[in-house]
């Protein structure tokens, strides 16, 4: 089926570095979404993108959904505590088409 | 106002045992997913419906799988003959209504941990 490779798998930063994490896919996706899970919660929306070549913004978190629509990255900037978790990009492959398709997920561990 | 929820929180059972898994969407989301997670995966998606019917149970592994939503709320993922590797998490989302084919946030319940000796 169809896969998103998401990388890196893990993080350990210290707090107030920004990161880095991408995603990308054989399939293209007609929608990118960015999610945060904590432990024992399910996933939270933080960011979706729309179009191919869409950056978008919330806060201290920036996505860009690529202009190939195979791929997606989410920087954040100014590290804080309470940024830790895991956090999984996800694709919706067509229009009408309700499934998420999630990457394996970024560990991130921050060091105060 | 409530979010999703899903009880039991933790189900325990052993290998050919029947569980159900409950799901209560918030109110007035018409479209409900389940998905189930491994221990270091992200989510797959199970089964989706929209109202009473499912719009595309293309990620049931098995016919050992079933869920069912008879009055377009609560849903309930059944599970039949369980084995050691069913063990996940089984998370539940739901959605506004669908607009224009577009993407409607999908809100995420805390999960049910199955594990299955």
């Known amino acids: 089926g169809q896969q998103l490779n998401q990388s890196p798998q893990s993080m350990f930063i210290q707090e107030g570095e920004d990161v880095s994490m991408n995603c990308t896919s054989s399939s293209i996706f007609n929608t990118w979404l960015w999610y945060k899970q904590e432990p024992g919660e399910g996933p939270v929306l933080l960011i979706a993108?729309?179009?191919?070549?869409e950056l978008t913004s919330n806060g201290r978190l920036t996505a860009q959904f690529g202009i190939t629509r195979k791929d997606s990255f989410l920087n954040i900037s100014a590290s804080i505590p309470s940024d830790v978790g895991i956090y999984f990009c996800a694709g919706q492959l067509g229009k009408g088409a309700q499934k998420l398709v999630f990457g394996q997920g970024t560990r991130l561990t921050i060091n105060p | 106002g409530a979010g999703v929820s899903q009880t039991p929180s933790n189900k325990v059972t052993e290998k050919g045992k029947y569980v159900e898994l409950r799901c209560d969407p918030i109110s007035g989301h018409t479209a409900l997913y389940w998905y189930r997670q491994s221990l270091g995966q992200g989510p797959e998606f199970l089964i989706y419906f929209q109202g009473t019917g499912a719009a595309d149970d293309s990620g049931l592994p098995n016919d050992r799988f079933f869920a069912v939503r008879p009055e377009g709320s609560v849903s309930t993922l059944k599970i039949q003959r369980t084995e050691r590797g069913d063990s996940a998490v089984y998370l539940c989302?739901?959605?506004?209504?669908?607009?224009?084919?577009?993407?409607?946030?999908?809100?995420f319940g805390p999960g049910t941990r199955l594990t299955v000796l």
């Open positions: 993108l729309y179009k191919a070549g």
């Open positions: 989302a739901s959605s506004l209504p669908l607009a224009g084919g577009g993407v409607n946030e999908q809100f």
